[in-house]
Nanobody, 124 residues
């Protein structure tokens, strides 16, 4: 199994900053990309940013210029630095690992893994 452990959410005032971190562990076979998605109440889940092992990054338009994603391949971790936060950034942020893991019990490959989510609230 592959586990994703998120940290760093919380309450911040508009214009403030937060840093989210995610560590992947377990029977990881291959990582295609790791990233962050978010889901706000009444809205669909959307991509925030992702990064490949080759450090190729992709950002949603709302994240460009404010958010920065980084990764450490040796530790299977990613971080998301979020600056100039706005109330509309309020959402549950989920870490995602796009890739393959191996179930240690069945030896079957599994694909696409998600963290439990961490709440980010931007409010004065």
């Amino acid at each position: 199994q592959v586990q994703l452990m998120e940290s760093g959410g919380g309450l911040v005032q508009p214009g403030g900053s937060l840093r989210l971190s995610c560590a992947a562990s377990g029977s990881i076979f291959r990582i295609i990309a790791m990233g962050w998605y978010r889901k706000a109440p009444g809205k669909q889940r959307e991509l925030v940013a992702n990064i490949t092992p080759g450090n190729r990054t992709q950002y949603a338009d709302f994240a460009k210029g404010r958010f920065t994603i980084s990764g450490d391949n040796a530790k299977n971790t990613i971080s998301l630095q979020m600056n100039t936060l706005k109330p509309e950034d309020t959402a549950v942020y989920y870490c995602n690992l796009e890739g393959y893991g191996v179930d240690p019990l069945t030896s079957r490959y599994e694909y696409d893994f998600w963290g439990q989510g961490t709440q980010v609230t931007v409010s004065s």
